[in-house]
């Protein structure tokens, strides 16, 4: 090397010349074979949670996401918006005439206007957030193995597919499910066949079976 300098050896440690690259997020989904009942148009796999609880807490995840994403942009705009609603008179802006008493009172002003935008918009994030998450988690796939009485609602899942499987079999005993699966080789349910009869809606679901 020129002059006779040695090399530093800290510009070849690990932490110099390793690229950390960020661990992969772990699938919410894996691929399982098709069924029978399925749409062969699909293919012959399909991409399915793998057990009711995986499938609620993937939904939670995303209602608490687009709720946060949502609340953030909401407190920017409630705050633009408090501001604008508090602002002093044009003509004080203009001449300059300002005392203490008129900052604290438009102080007081914003905060009351903040807190009261953003209690309403609050709510309507949840809303949104649902709007968002519920339709495509009624529709997702969950492997249907594996399912126990505090899980899954077996009455509304067997008054599914009685028709297409069991249209003569007037009951359904304890065995049924793994008859069931037998006869028709079910791989998967989709979520919204979790809910039976009983819930209007998937938190309503959540709250009575997966606390």
């Known amino acids: 090397m020129d002059g006779g300098e040695l090399p530093n050896p800290d510009d070849y440690s690990a932490a110099a010349t390793l690229i950390p690259f960020p661990r992969p997020l772990p699938l919410l989904r894996g691929p399982i074979k098709a069924g029978p009942l399925d749409d062969p148009s699909s293919g012959p796999y399909h991409l399915a949670f793998k057990s009711a609880r995986a499938w609620a807490a993937a ?21 633009i918006s408090a501001s604008s609603k508090c602002k002093p008179p044009w003509w004080r ?52 193995t594996g399912f126990d009485s505090s899980v899954v609602d077996r009455k509304g899942v067997s008054r599914l597919i009685s028709v297409v499987c069991f249209a003569e079999e007037k009951s359904y005993g304890i065995g049924f499910w793994g008859e069931f699966g037998q006869k028709c080789e079910v791989t998967n349910i989709r979520g919204g066949d979790l809910l039976g009869s009983n819930c209007v809606d998937v938190d309503e679901y959540l709250g009575k079976n997966l606390v």
């Not at 608490?64 to 909401?74: K, L, N, R, Y």
């Not at 203490?100 to 102080?107: G, T, V, Y």
């Open 59 to 79: 939904y939670r995840s995303c209602r608490a996401q687009i709720t946060a994403q949502c609340e953030s942009g909401a407190r920017i705009g409630c705050s």
């Open 93 to 144: 802006v203009i001449l300059g005439v300002y005392s203490k008493q008129d900052f604290k009172e438009r102080e007081k002003c914003e905060e009351i206007e903040m807190e009261a935008c953003f209690a309403a918009a609050k709510e309507r994030c949840g809303g949104f957030a649902k709007q968002k998450c519920e339709p495509a988690f009624r529709n997702a796939r969950i492997v249907a």
